[in-house]
Protein backbone atom coordinates (compact mmCIF):
# COMPACT_ATOMS: atom_id res chain seq x y z
CA UNK A 1 0.00 0.00 0.00
CA UNK A 2 1.21 3.84 -0.76
CA UNK A 3 2.23 5.59 1.95
CA UNK A 4 0.45 8.80 2.94
CA UNK A 5 1.34 11.92 1.62
CA UNK A 6 3.06 14.17 5.03
CA UNK A 7 2.12 17.29 6.18
CA UNK A 8 4.56 19.10 9.26
CA UNK A 9 2.29 21.21 11.40
CA UNK A 10 3.94 23.78 14.14
CA UNK A 11 2.30 22.39 17.62
CA UNK A 12 2.12 23.46 20.82
CA UNK A 13 -0.19 21.26 22.34
CA UNK A 14 -3.17 24.15 23.26
CA UNK A 15 -6.40 23.92 21.92
CA UNK A 16 -6.11 25.55 18.53
CA UNK A 17 -3.37 22.73 17.25
CA UNK A 18 -4.57 19.86 19.15
CA UNK A 19 -7.89 20.04 16.93
CA UNK A 20 -5.99 21.41 13.91
CA UNK A 21 -3.72 18.15 13.78
CA UNK A 22 -6.95 15.31 14.36
CA UNK A 23 -8.63 18.05 11.24
CA UNK A 24 -5.34 17.59 9.17
CA UNK A 25 -4.90 13.78 9.03
CA UNK A 26 -9.48 13.60 8.50
CA UNK A 27 -9.36 16.54 5.57
CA UNK A 28 -5.93 15.50 4.13
CA UNK A 29 -5.79 12.10 4.96
CA UNK A 30 -2.19 12.49 5.09
CA UNK A 31 0.33 11.74 8.03
CA UNK A 32 0.61 14.63 10.17
CA UNK A 33 4.18 15.24 11.68
CA UNK A 34 4.17 17.82 14.81
CA UNK A 35 6.87 19.69 15.18
CA UNK A 36 7.16 21.51 19.03
CA UNK A 37 9.65 24.16 19.22
CA UNK A 38 11.54 24.62 22.82
CA UNK A 39 12.05 28.64 23.12
CA UNK A 40 12.01 28.34 27.00
CA UNK A 41 7.98 28.33 27.21
CA UNK A 42 8.31 26.68 30.65
CA UNK A 43 6.14 23.65 29.60
CA UNK A 44 6.08 20.31 29.75
CA UNK A 45 7.22 19.39 26.51
CA UNK A 46 7.40 15.78 26.39
CA UNK A 47 3.67 16.18 27.79
CA UNK A 48 3.06 17.58 24.72
CA UNK A 49 4.56 15.10 22.74
CA UNK A 50 2.55 12.32 24.41
CA UNK A 51 -0.94 14.11 23.40
CA UNK A 52 0.08 14.82 19.94
CA UNK A 53 0.76 11.06 19.58
CA UNK A 54 -2.67 10.02 21.09
CA UNK A 55 -3.95 12.73 18.75
CA UNK A 56 -2.39 11.25 15.46
CA UNK A 57 0.54 12.25 15.38
CA UNK A 58 2.73 9.92 13.28
CA UNK A 59 5.90 11.63 14.33
CA UNK A 60 6.95 14.52 16.89
CA UNK A 61 10.03 16.33 16.29
CA UNK A 62 10.29 18.55 19.62
CA UNK A 63 13.80 20.71 19.11
CA UNK A 64 15.67 22.49 21.78
CA UNK A 65 16.17 26.07 19.99
CA UNK A 66 16.56 28.18 22.99
CA UNK A 67 20.48 29.18 22.43
CA UNK A 68 19.81 29.54 18.49
CA UNK A 69 16.84 32.19 18.82
CA UNK A 70 18.97 34.23 21.34
CA UNK A 71 21.89 33.86 19.33
CA UNK A 72 20.88 34.50 15.95
CA UNK A 73 17.65 36.40 16.33
CA UNK A 74 17.43 38.15 19.55
CA UNK A 75 20.74 39.52 20.37
CA UNK A 76 20.86 40.65 16.56
CA UNK A 77 17.67 42.79 17.78
CA UNK A 78 19.19 43.97 20.59
CA UNK A 79 22.09 45.12 18.66
CA UNK A 80 19.71 47.23 16.69
CA UNK A 81 17.75 48.72 19.80
CA UNK A 82 15.08 47.49 17.80
CA UNK A 83 11.90 48.42 19.07
CA UNK A 84 8.02 48.45 17.48
CA UNK A 85 6.16 51.85 17.97
CA UNK A 86 8.31 52.78 20.79
CA UNK A 87 7.95 50.15 23.75
CA UNK A 88 7.21 46.53 22.05
CA UNK A 89 10.23 44.68 22.21
CA UNK A 90 9.39 42.03 19.58
CA UNK A 91 9.46 38.52 21.60
CA UNK A 92 6.77 37.21 19.57
CA UNK A 93 7.59 38.29 16.47
CA UNK A 94 11.27 37.46 16.82
CA UNK A 95 10.38 33.87 17.58
CA UNK A 96 8.33 33.11 14.80
CA UNK A 97 10.74 33.12 11.44
CA UNK A 98 12.76 30.76 13.89
CA UNK A 99 9.83 28.07 14.02
CA UNK A 100 9.12 28.31 10.63
CA UNK A 101 12.67 27.98 9.49
CA UNK A 102 13.00 24.91 11.82
CA UNK A 103 10.22 23.60 10.35
CA UNK A 104 10.87 23.99 7.03
CA UNK A 105 13.73 22.28 7.34
CA UNK A 106 11.75 18.80 9.17
CA UNK A 107 9.83 19.11 6.06
CA UNK A 108 12.44 18.73 3.92
CA UNK A 109 13.53 16.16 5.61
CA UNK A 110 10.71 14.53 5.86
CA UNK A 111 9.64 14.91 1.77
CA UNK A 112 6.13 16.60 3.35
CA UNK A 113 4.35 18.90 0.71
CA UNK A 114 2.83 21.06 3.12
CA UNK A 115 3.28 22.61 6.08
CA UNK A 116 0.80 23.80 8.82
CA UNK A 117 0.14 26.58 11.65
CA UNK A 118 -2.60 27.75 14.07
CA UNK A 119 -2.74 31.18 13.15
CA UNK A 120 -5.71 32.70 13.05
CA UNK A 121 -6.55 34.82 9.58
CA UNK A 122 -6.78 38.05 11.92
CA UNK A 123 -3.72 37.78 12.94
CA UNK A 124 0.58 38.86 12.78
CA UNK A 125 1.39 35.30 13.09
CA UNK A 126 0.18 34.03 10.16
CA UNK A 127 1.93 36.59 8.01
CA UNK A 128 5.16 35.91 10.10
CA UNK A 129 5.12 31.85 9.36
CA UNK A 130 4.33 32.33 5.77
CA UNK A 131 6.72 34.77 5.01
CA UNK A 132 9.07 32.41 5.81
CA UNK A 133 8.08 29.59 4.67
CA UNK A 134 8.02 30.95 1.04
CA UNK A 135 11.49 33.10 1.70
CA UNK A 136 12.98 29.61 2.34
CA UNK A 137 11.07 26.77 0.13
CA UNK A 138 8.67 28.75 -2.70
CA UNK A 139 7.33 25.72 -3.49
CA UNK A 140 6.25 24.64 -0.23
CA UNK A 141 2.10 24.17 0.11
CA UNK A 142 0.78 25.59 3.21
CA UNK A 143 -2.70 24.96 5.05
CA UNK A 144 -3.77 27.57 7.08
CA UNK A 145 -6.98 25.91 8.88
CA UNK A 146 -8.31 29.08 10.24
CA UNK A 147 -8.48 30.43 6.75
CA UNK A 148 -10.44 26.91 5.62
CA UNK A 149 -12.71 25.24 8.14
CA UNK A 150 -15.82 26.42 9.49
CA UNK A 151 -14.65 26.35 12.95
CA UNK A 152 -15.36 29.72 13.39
CA UNK A 153 -15.32 29.98 17.70
CA UNK A 154 -14.05 28.80 20.72
CA UNK A 155 -17.32 26.85 21.56
CA UNK A 156 -16.92 25.08 18.33
CA UNK A 157 -13.11 24.14 18.87
CA UNK A 158 -14.07 22.31 22.28
CA UNK A 159 -17.14 20.73 20.74
CA UNK A 160 -14.71 19.61 17.72
CA UNK A 161 -12.37 18.20 20.17
CA UNK A 162 -14.88 16.27 22.71
CA UNK A 163 -16.26 14.43 19.58
CA UNK A 164 -12.82 13.35 18.75
CA UNK A 165 -11.70 12.56 21.90
CA UNK A 166 -9.30 15.28 22.18
CA UNK A 167 -8.21 16.32 25.93
CA UNK A 168 -8.27 19.98 25.94
CA UNK A 169 -8.94 21.23 30.12
CA UNK A 170 -10.59 24.45 29.59
CA UNK A 171 -10.86 26.96 32.31
CA UNK A 172 -12.18 30.81 33.06
CA UNK A 173 -8.61 31.28 35.22
CA UNK A 174 -7.10 33.08 32.31
CA UNK A 175 -10.20 34.61 29.95
CA UNK A 176 -6.87 35.59 27.64
CA UNK A 177 -4.55 34.28 25.52
CA UNK A 178 -0.46 33.83 26.21
CA UNK A 179 2.85 33.39 24.55
CA UNK A 180 5.93 32.84 26.35
CA UNK A 181 9.46 32.58 25.50
CA UNK A 182 12.74 33.02 27.08
CA UNK A 183 12.93 37.02 26.13
CA UNK A 184 8.68 37.62 27.10
CA UNK A 185 5.16 36.80 27.55
CA UNK A 186 2.77 38.07 25.80
CA UNK A 187 -1.30 39.12 26.75
CA UNK A 188 -4.27 39.21 24.69
CA UNK A 189 -7.77 39.16 24.23
CA UNK A 190 -10.67 38.44 26.50
CA UNK A 191 -10.58 40.76 29.34
CA UNK A 192 -7.65 42.86 27.85
CA UNK A 193 -10.07 43.52 24.45
CA UNK A 194 -11.21 46.87 26.63
CA UNK A 195 -8.57 49.25 26.47
CA UNK A 196 -10.05 51.13 29.55
CA UNK A 197 -9.65 48.29 31.67
CA UNK A 198 -6.02 47.68 33.76
CA UNK A 199 -4.47 44.54 33.53
CA UNK A 200 -4.89 42.57 36.32
CA UNK A 201 -2.09 42.30 38.69
CA UNK A 202 -2.49 38.42 39.26
CA UNK A 203 -2.33 37.75 35.70
CA UNK A 204 1.56 38.88 35.44
CA UNK A 205 4.19 35.41 35.32
CA UNK A 206 7.47 36.81 35.23
CA UNK A 207 7.30 40.38 36.95
CA UNK A 208 6.63 41.50 40.36
CA UNK A 209 4.38 44.67 40.64
CA UNK A 210 6.81 47.76 40.96
CA UNK A 211 4.64 48.52 44.28
CA UNK A 212 5.75 45.32 45.62
CA UNK A 213 9.35 45.07 44.59
CA UNK A 214 12.23 45.41 47.11
CA UNK A 215 12.87 48.33 48.77
CA UNK A 216 16.83 48.66 48.20
CA UNK A 217 18.27 48.93 44.75
CA UNK A 218 19.98 46.22 43.09
CA UNK A 219 23.19 46.92 41.30
CA UNK A 220 24.79 45.14 38.12
CA UNK A 221 27.36 45.16 35.91
CA UNK A 222 26.72 43.75 32.27
CA UNK A 223 29.16 43.25 29.96
CA UNK A 224 29.04 43.42 25.84
CA UNK A 225 31.77 42.58 22.81
CA UNK A 226 30.56 44.27 19.79
CA UNK A 227 27.16 45.20 20.56
CA UNK A 228 26.61 41.32 21.99
CA UNK A 229 25.77 40.72 25.76
CA UNK A 230 28.47 38.08 27.15
CA UNK A 231 28.62 38.49 31.10
CA UNK A 232 26.70 39.42 34.26
CA UNK A 233 28.69 40.45 37.08
CA UNK A 234 31.91 39.76 35.54
CA UNK A 235 30.72 35.70 34.83
CA UNK A 236 30.62 34.47 31.33
CA UNK A 237 27.37 33.18 30.10
CA UNK A 238 25.59 31.80 26.91
CA UNK A 239 22.84 33.45 26.03
CA UNK A 240 20.19 31.16 27.42
CA UNK A 241 21.90 31.39 31.36
CA UNK A 242 22.47 35.35 30.46
CA UNK A 243 19.39 35.94 29.30
CA UNK A 244 17.49 33.86 32.43
CA UNK A 245 19.70 35.82 34.75
CA UNK A 246 18.71 38.97 34.15
CA UNK A 247 14.45 38.02 33.66
CA UNK A 248 14.96 36.82 37.36
CA UNK A 249 16.73 39.86 38.47
CA UNK A 250 14.32 42.41 36.86
CA UNK A 251 11.18 40.05 37.36
CA UNK A 252 11.82 40.55 40.98
CA UNK A 253 12.46 44.11 40.92
CA UNK A 254 8.90 45.09 38.43
CA UNK A 255 11.31 46.11 35.27
CA UNK A 256 9.52 44.99 31.81
CA UNK A 257 5.81 45.55 32.12
CA UNK A 258 4.52 47.04 28.57
CA UNK A 259 0.54 48.04 27.88
CA UNK A 260 0.15 48.74 24.05
CA UNK A 261 -2.50 49.29 21.11
CA UNK A 262 -0.18 48.77 18.48
CA UNK A 263 -0.63 48.20 14.78
CA UNK A 264 -1.11 44.75 13.38
CA UNK A 265 0.36 44.27 9.80
CA UNK A 266 -3.09 42.89 8.73
CA UNK A 267 -4.66 46.61 9.21
CA UNK A 268 -6.40 46.73 12.73
CA UNK A 269 -5.39 48.04 15.79
CA UNK A 270 -4.85 45.49 18.70
CA UNK A 271 -4.11 45.40 22.32
CA UNK A 272 -0.79 43.74 23.95
CA UNK A 273 0.50 43.42 26.87
CA UNK A 274 4.44 42.29 27.36
CA UNK A 275 6.66 41.25 30.24
CA UNK A 276 9.94 41.50 28.96
CA UNK A 277 12.14 41.98 32.54
CA UNK A 278 15.85 40.92 30.68
CA UNK A 279 15.43 42.41 27.64
CA UNK A 280 14.01 45.81 28.54
CA UNK A 281 17.73 45.14 30.86
CA UNK A 282 19.66 44.35 27.56
CA UNK A 283 18.13 47.35 25.69
CA UNK A 284 18.44 50.23 27.98
CA UNK A 285 22.27 48.73 28.97
CA UNK A 286 23.06 48.47 25.41
CA UNK A 287 22.69 51.69 24.31
CA UNK A 288 24.21 53.13 27.26
CA UNK A 289 27.60 51.81 25.69
CA UNK A 290 26.86 52.82 22.04
CA UNK A 291 26.53 56.56 23.72
CA UNK A 292 30.04 55.85 25.39
CA UNK A 293 32.02 54.24 22.01
CA UNK A 294 29.64 54.66 19.01
CA UNK A 295 30.25 57.99 16.44
CA UNK A 296 27.65 60.62 16.27
CA UNK A 297 26.56 60.50 12.91
CA UNK A 298 26.56 56.80 12.70
CA UNK A 299 24.63 56.63 15.98
CA UNK A 300 22.21 59.58 14.24
CA UNK A 301 22.26 57.36 11.09
CA UNK A 302 21.98 53.91 12.90
CA UNK A 303 18.98 55.55 14.81
CA UNK A 304 17.38 56.45 11.81
CA UNK A 305 16.98 52.88 11.13
CA UNK A 306 15.40 51.61 14.03
CA UNK A 307 11.76 51.90 12.71
CA UNK A 308 12.25 50.28 9.74
CA UNK A 309 13.92 47.46 11.32
CA UNK A 310 11.48 46.85 14.00
CA UNK A 311 8.91 47.04 11.59
CA UNK A 312 10.65 44.40 9.12
CA UNK A 313 10.57 42.46 12.02
CA UNK A 314 6.69 42.58 13.68
CA UNK A 315 5.93 42.22 10.06
CA UNK A 316 7.46 39.34 9.72
CA UNK A 317 10.26 40.03 7.11
CA UNK A 318 12.89 38.77 8.45
CA UNK A 319 14.34 36.66 5.34
CA UNK A 320 14.29 39.42 2.73
CA UNK A 321 16.87 41.34 1.29
CA UNK A 322 16.18 44.79 2.65
CA UNK A 323 16.56 42.79 6.13
CA UNK A 324 20.09 41.38 5.11
CA UNK A 325 21.17 44.93 3.90
CA UNK A 326 20.24 46.51 6.99
CA UNK A 327 21.60 43.76 9.58
CA UNK A 328 24.89 44.32 8.02
CA UNK A 329 24.41 48.25 8.30
CA UNK A 330 24.13 47.19 12.05
CA UNK A 331 26.89 44.59 12.67
CA UNK A 332 29.36 47.05 10.98
CA UNK A 333 28.13 49.89 13.56
CA UNK A 334 28.77 47.24 16.46
CA UNK A 335 32.40 46.41 16.06
CA UNK A 336 33.24 49.26 18.87
CA UNK A 337 30.73 48.59 20.88
CA UNK A 338 32.15 46.83 24.05
CA UNK A 339 32.50 47.44 27.19
CA UNK A 340 30.82 47.65 30.77
CA UNK A 341 27.72 48.79 31.61
CA UNK A 342 26.44 49.51 35.60
CA UNK A 343 23.22 49.56 35.77
CA UNK A 344 20.86 50.50 39.70
CA UNK A 345 17.32 48.56 39.21
CA UNK A 346 14.80 49.47 41.25
CA UNK A 347 10.73 49.28 41.17
CA UNK A 348 10.32 48.84 37.46
CA UNK A 349 13.35 51.59 36.86
CA UNK A 350 16.37 50.80 35.06
CA UNK A 351 19.12 53.63 35.43
CA UNK A 352 22.32 54.06 34.79
CA UNK A 353 25.12 54.15 37.65
CA UNK A 354 28.44 53.75 35.38
CA UNK A 355 30.00 52.60 32.16
CA UNK A 356 33.12 51.87 30.54
CA UNK A 357 35.02 50.70 27.23
CA UNK A 358 38.10 50.56 25.75
CA UNK A 359 36.92 52.06 22.92
CA UNK A 360 35.53 55.13 24.82
CA UNK A 361 34.66 58.31 22.26
CA UNK A 362 34.51 60.39 25.73
CA UNK A 363 37.26 62.70 26.45
CA UNK A 364 37.35 64.24 29.78
CA UNK A 365 39.69 67.01 28.64
CA UNK A 366 37.44 67.68 25.81
CA UNK A 367 33.81 68.26 27.76
CA UNK A 368 35.33 70.10 30.89
CA UNK A 369 33.61 73.14 31.64
CA UNK A 370 37.45 73.47 33.41
CA UNK A 371 40.55 75.37 31.83
CA UNK A 372 41.56 73.29 29.17
CA UNK A 373 44.63 73.12 26.23
CA UNK A 374 43.36 71.10 23.66
CA UNK A 375 40.19 72.86 22.73
CA UNK A 376 40.10 76.78 21.27
CA UNK A 377 36.84 78.35 22.12
CA UNK A 378 37.31 81.12 20.03
CA UNK A 379 37.09 78.63 16.70
CA UNK A 380 33.23 78.11 17.49
CA UNK A 381 32.73 81.93 15.91
CA UNK A 382 33.59 80.88 12.31
CA UNK A 383 31.98 77.16 12.65
CA UNK A 384 28.59 78.66 13.96
CA UNK A 385 28.92 81.57 11.56
CA UNK A 386 29.52 78.98 8.69
CA UNK A 387 26.38 77.35 10.12
CA UNK A 388 24.08 80.32 10.23
CA UNK A 389 25.14 81.57 6.56
CA UNK A 390 22.43 79.75 4.61
CA UNK A 391 19.87 81.34 7.78
CA UNK A 392 21.15 84.89 7.41
CA UNK A 393 20.89 84.59 3.47
CA UNK A 394 17.21 83.81 4.12
CA UNK A 395 16.72 86.59 5.92
CA UNK A 396 18.68 88.87 3.95
CA UNK A 397 16.65 87.75 1.00
CA UNK A 398 13.21 88.16 2.49
CA UNK A 399 13.98 91.99 3.64
CA UNK A 400 15.20 92.84 0.01
CA UNK A 401 11.47 91.67 -1.06
CA UNK A 402 9.90 94.38 1.22
Given at each position: ?????????????????????????????????????????????????????????????????????????????????????????????????????????????????????????????????????????????????????????????????????????????????????????????????????EPPDDMFELTV?????????????????????????????????????????????????????????????????????????????????????????????????????????????????????????VDESQKKVTGT?????????????????????????????????IYNQADATGFI??????????????????
Open positions: MASKSKIVLAYSGGLDTSVILKWLAEKYDAEIIAFVADLGQGEDLEAAREKALKTGASKVYIEDLREEFLRDFVYPAVQANAVYEGVYLLGTSLARPLIAKRQIEIAKKEKAFAVSHGSTGKGNDQVRFELTYYALDPSIKVIAPWREWDLNSRTALIDYAEKHGIPVPVTAAKPYSCDRNLLHISYEGGILEDPWSSPEKAPDEPVYIDIDFESGVPTKVDGKAMKPAKLLGTLNKIGGANGVGRVDLVENRFVGMKSRGVYETPGGTILHIAHRALESLTMDREVMHLRDSLIPKISELIYYGFWYSPEMEMLRAAIRLKIYKGNVMLAGRRSPNSLYNPDLATFEEDSKLNALRLSMRKLLEEKKK
